[in-house]
């Protein structure tokens, strides 16, 4: 599985983006999908993830109520919607892909990466 990630830019404080993660080579319908990221200086992060099966989401603390993790297995696409930026967010974000996994919100359990796309908030 290749994924791509992309969507991300400049926003200002409050603002919106939203990230995509098109993967290609096989269908993502059958992994559960989660999303990082990493601000310099920092460990890589856990941000939001969707089960495979059923499509529930997980949501880090830090982005709870801002951040909505969605996926179209049709398009093979998962995004992440972040409303309500805050500088604290400014990080590179990767989608990553698992196919059995106990636990999604841990970075060892996925298979797949894509290349992280950078996400920065001004104040």
């Known amino acids: 599985v290749q994924l791509q990630a992309f969507g991300g830019g400049l926003a200002q404080v409050g603002g919106s983006l939203r990230l995509s993660c098109a993967a290609s080579?096989?269908?993502?319908?059958?992994?559960?999908m989660g999303w990082f990221r990493q601000a310099p200086g920092k460990e890589r992060e856990f941000v939001a993830a969707i089960r495979r099966s059923g499509g529930r989401t997980f949501h880090a603390d830090s982005v709870k109520g801002r951040f909505t993790a969605s996926r179209d297995n049709a398009k093979n696409t998962v995004y992440l919607q972040m409303n309500s930026l805050k500088p604290e967010d400014t990080a590179v974000y990767y989608c990553?892909?698992?196919?059995?996994?106990?636990?999604?919100?841990?970075?060892?359990?996925?298979?797949?990466w894509g290349q992280g796309t950078q996400v920065t908030v001004s104040s």
């Open positions: 990553a892909a698992g196919l059995i996994m106990s636990s999604v919100v841990t970075a060892t359990g996925y298979d797949y």
């Open positions: 080579g096989r269908s993502l319908s059958s992994y559960s």
